[in-house]
């Protein structure tokens, strides 16, 4: 009798929850220039964090942390991620700034806390109902760990490697994106595209539009 009472209240906190959603969905849609609810703010973390298995978490970065890796990184982070993180990580992009959810700042607390091996899950696998694409057929393992180590960097990049990151992604044709920076997006005022090259022997990138 007990377990019956249990199982109904259940039921009836999932139909109330079910109730809430639909309800929220019919009276705001599903624009994404809306602003994230307290709800669903306070939930995105811990989502995240039970989407990634446990075995992840245990993973170390197997890589070595020296200038030549460093310098691939960079390169790596400006060609694929700063169309949506910024060149500085900060998300201030127009497509960082019009997702939904918006796209995360890389430089806080809430990312670089995530262990090498969780971040490691989420670049390889992406994250679902988000604008994370999956990057794990496109780069290869020993490239995305390199990313990682960048990717700690981050809060602490000097003056000099910000400008040296603009002038990569001017040479490269994308904009300079990243508005600390104070560099605009404009498309006429962008350097002559540079081919990118990879390394002998490593397996080419394949690049992908992200809409």
Partial sequence: MMNRKIAIGILVVLLVIVGVLVYWVFSHG???QAEPSALEKAMAPWLRRIAIPSGASQLKNPEPVNEETMAEAREHFVEHCSVCHGIDGRGGTTFGRNMYPKVPDLTMADTQQLKDGELFYIISNGIRFSGMP??????????IWHLIAFQRRLPQLSPEELKRMREMAGEMGKPETGEESGQGGD???????KPHTDKPGTKPRRHRAIM
């Fill in 30 to 32: 599903f624009s994404a």
């Fill in 134 to 143: 999956a990057f794990g057929g496109e780069d290869s393992p020993q490239e």
């Fill in 187 to 193: 498309e006429s005022k962008q350097r002559p595209s």
